[in-house]
């Protein structure tokens, strides 16, 4: 059995292994048919956004499932005055949107228009990432190397088990989460899920994780949070405007970095913005 740190694999590999085949050893063009229904499977629901998708060094492409509303977007032209800034909680300061037509000139109709190029923006990499996979699901074409680049989350073959009334991934999850989950598919009682069964970690389990990070490893968790959020309000700031804003540097711990390449490298991936808008620098010397 894996051990429950991975938790991400090729969707190649996951389809294979589920079902006890070797994913180095069969023939794109002549795989079982049990392999080839769950490659089906998996990459219709990450087409259509009901899986999230995962590169290979683990980063989870933004989609619908974690697109914010239409009532939580924020039009990036809206004036800082017009954000009222409220409590400190958890560390981190809430803001409340005080938005009228009149306040920010944009009328519903355009409000709509900005929100669907963000929405598109949002999910570009997901969408890039399994632009090819009808070939997979309509026509049953296998193509090893593009299943193989998009990876699928442990917490989403958890979820098809779940939906589908299917036992759990043997080479993935222990003894232990097996029995729980039969036992929730039986009971329907969604407190003996493994998905709850997680989410009451201790506190003490995490206290003891938190504790293991050095310091620079738990600056990067924070000012990734932190950018996640800043962008979140305002999807057209750039790297360099993140790296300067206090939240950032004094939350985050991004003051004790010389320089903005440490601090640029951690949240650089989770730039929003078009690839068009992220170009620029420092102009070449005459």
Known sequence: MLHSVIDHLSVWEVAHRWHGYDPNSTDPQALPLIVQDSLRTITRLQFSHELFVCSPQGVVRKSLKSLPSFDDFIVPELMDSEVETGQITDGCTTQRLQSTESANGLSEDERQERYEDFSANWTRRHDEAVKDFPLCFDQRVFRKADLEKVHVL?????????????????????????????????????????????????????????????????????????????????????????????SIKNIGGGKYYDGDKTVREWIKDLDPRPKEMKKGGRPARQ
Request: net charge negative; glycine share 4%.
């Open 154 to 246: 442990r917490s989403d073959v958890l979820h098809l088990c779940e939906i589908g009334g299917a036992p759990l991934a043997s080479f993935w999850f222990s003894e232990m989460e097996q029995q729980d989950h039969q036992r929730y598919l039986e009971t329907g009682n969604s407190g003996d899920s493994v998905r709850n069964r997680a989410a009451r970690m201790k506190r003490d389990d995490i206290d003891a994780f938190w504790s293991r990070l050095d310091s620079k490893q738990k600056h990067r968790l924070l000012c990734r949070e932190i950018a996640a959020q800043l962008w979140l309000a305002s999807p057209d700031r750039t790297i360099a405007d993140l790296i300067r804003d206090p």
